[in-house]
């Protein structure tokens, strides 16, 4: 269980201290694997079961570490047992119940339907070996989002890929572009899972980015990289635009060169 918490401090922490988490910002769910889930056995639960916004029998059974709506990041460093806590699904998938956290009193992040029907889909994407989801605010990906005309999926990853080398090597199959929706409603949350399900990180227009990965390092570095890029992307359009760019030949030549698999569609805008 230390480990486990050591862990959130230190993807909070730097989540905070890059300036992705201000005020009660984003949130982290991490879905425990067998060792992590074995630490809460017998835990007494702490609620009774709360109904889920829909059923997903894709996670039953499942237990997470998942942070608590209203609460800062940048305090779960000093106090995880208040900022964060343990849901536990039912077996049917279609409720859950808090086992640890959440002190004195507190829920889930509202953005939980992002965070638990993402969690489906990557789950079965990677045949159950990822556990990591982040959702943040970072300046320079929701710069980007009011700064460049009708951006959709191909053409914010072509843009990124170009603005940064490293790009196409950390997510070859791009970033897909959500356009604005209620934050916390279940149309975000379905359109995010849906977008995780064919890539790694989705892009919420006005409000911030989601990211998932194996675990917390590596949901948070495709976001770093993604942010990074997106950087670049607007202080080259402060610098008076782009003279050059990585040319299409050049992308696919680091993707080959990594071994990446690319989704090839992106090139087609
Ligand atoms: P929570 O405080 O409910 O986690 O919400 C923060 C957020 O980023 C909403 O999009
Ligand atoms: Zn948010």
Redesign the pocket.
Known sequence: MQKLIDEIKKTSGDMARRGWAESN???ISLRLNEERFQAFNGFPPKSGWMKLPMAMPEIAGERFLVTGTGRFLRNIEVAPEKNTGVIEIDQKGEACQLLWGYEPAGAPTS?LPAHLLSHCRIKEKTNNQSFAFI???PNSVIALTYAVANLETKSLTRLLWQSHAECIVVFPQGVEFLPWMM?GSMDLGKATADAISRRNLAV?QF??ICGCGRNLDEAFGRIDVAEKAAEICLRVMAAGGAKQTLSDVQLRAIAANFKCSLDEAIFDC
Do not use: P, Q, S
Request: proline share 0%; charged share 10%.
């Open positions: 910002g984003g949130n953005e959702h943040t605010h934050a919420w409000h911030g």
